[in-house]
């Protein structure tokens, strides 16, 4: 079964990184779009990067242009966030997404940034 396992946050300062990972399983990865999530308290979850199956086309929120870089390694079936010049709006639990035929899709269960001093 398909599976997407996402690693990598936790509480960092304003204006400090993080990479985020998100591992998958169970579907042939090279040939899927990948797609980074977020949803804040109180909030909607929001499309915040995403990226093509070969990594030749990749999408941002406005908000986080030229601070957050999506990526992926075909070989090791995982995608990444890195996220620099992190911002106290930037809080929230952050959601590994495929979305596969026929509608189906598929989720992480999400891993907690925390941007505060």
């Known amino acids: 079964q398909v599976q997407l396992v996402e690693s990598g946050g936790g509480l960092v300062q304003p204006g400090g990184s993080l990479r985020l990972s998100c591992a998958a399983s169970?579907?042939?990865?090279?040939?899927?779009?990948m797609n980074w999530y977020r949803q804040a308290p109180g909030k909607e979850r929001v499309l915040v990067a995403l990226i093509t199956s070969t990594g030749g086309f990749t999408r941002y929120l406005d908000s986080v242009k030229g601070r957050f870089t999506i990526s992926r390694d075909n070989v090791k079936n995982t995608v990444f966030l890195q996220m620099n010049s992190l911002k106290p709006e930037d809080t929230a639990v952050y959601y590994c997404?495929?979305?596969?035929?026929?509608?189906?899709?598929?989720w992480g269960i999400g891993t907690l940034v925390t941007v505060s001093s």
């Open positions: 997404n495929t979305n596969h035929a026929y509608g189906v899709e598929y």
């Open positions: 169970g579907f042939t990865f090279s040939t899927y779009t």
